[in-house]
């Protein structure tokens, strides 16, 4: 299959939300990463997501869709609590919400579960695409499976050039990692994965939420001694290990030692200028800037040649989307400086 780039002019829009349709994949840029997407009411074409990604088939799918409007094709028995999210101003946005499944949605989609997790992308060129296709669309990360999430469609074309119709370039990703994945069929609701929406600014429109074991904030509260072992996910071919904001003393230690052993290193922090002979990739000043490079600069180290990434965690902050970088950091990660 001949993969086609299209710039997001509305010719293009409008031939791609027809491939949707129709159950062709389409890669098109979201504010948190670029998705994947077909029809998700057509069971027999979802299954090519899965194996243009090489997916397992128990992990479930996103469903987007354009408005609110859409939401009763994906999900019933909405509760109050998703109404009251949808009416802040945290949706459209980074926010995904779990809800019962309508029975149109298949179980290919939601990897055999009673419950569909949807979300509204804020980014103008999905809006424009979901609503012209006018059906629910499920769409995980255009990436491989297990490497790290595409930010830009030159990301996307490297992992998946020849195994899908379509890619809208829409530029680089605005946020840079995925939505937060809010469980709303339990109470109290439960984050199931920290992504672009911080956790206070839900706690702020539906009082508290819970938080599963996959999450930084739950791991920070059992002190697990090294995170990083136990998963391996988000992540690059270099080994990644992470280093807490004020150990910049350990890291340069870890950095001299790995590279006297015939390792290549380099070094993501926020540091702003970086001194001296090692190498030391900013990325940029706040928690926001560091979500947006990370996975980018992931990729770039693979591409490089890089064999060790000592990523520096950004300071931890509710209010920002520290935790989720801190989350992904951790996933990525071999160990620690
Ligand atoms: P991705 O599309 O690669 O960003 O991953 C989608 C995320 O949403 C994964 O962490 C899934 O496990 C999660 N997810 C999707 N559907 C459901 C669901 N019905 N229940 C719980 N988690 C879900
Ligand atoms: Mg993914």
Known sequence: MKTKLCPPDSANIDECAAAIKAGGLVAFPTETVYGLGTNALLEEKVGQIFAAKGRPADNPLIVHIGSVRQLKKAAVDIPDRAYRLLRSPLMPGPLTLVLKKAPAIPYIVTGGLDTVAVRIPKNAIAKRLLTKADVPVCAPSANKSAAPSPTTAAHVLADLDGSIEYILDGGPCEIGLESTVLDLTVDPPC????????????????????????????????????????????????????????????????????????????????????????????????????????????????????????????????????????NRLNKAAVGRV
């Open 191 to 326: 984050i199931l994965r920290e992504g672009g929406t911080p956790r206070s600014a839900i706690e702020s429109v539906i009082g508290r939420v819970g938080v599963s074991c996959d999450t930084a904030a739950a791991a920070a509260a059992s002190a697990p001694k090294s995170p990083g072992a136990k998963y391996k996910h988000y992540a690059p071919r270099a080994a990644v290990y992470t280093a807490e904001p004020d150990e910049r003393a350990e890291v340069g230690r870890f950095y001299d030692r790995e590279t006297a052993a015939g390792k290549r290193c380099v070094i993501l922090s926020m540091t702003e200028t970086p001194e001296g002979p090692r190498a030391e990739w900013p990325v940029g000043k706040t928690a926001a800037d560091y979500a947006k490079r990370l996975f980018a600069y992931f990729r770039r180290a693979d591409e490089a040649g890089y064999d060790v990434i000592i990523a520096v965690k950004p300071p931890h902050n509710a209010d920002d989307v520290s935790e989720a970088v801190i």
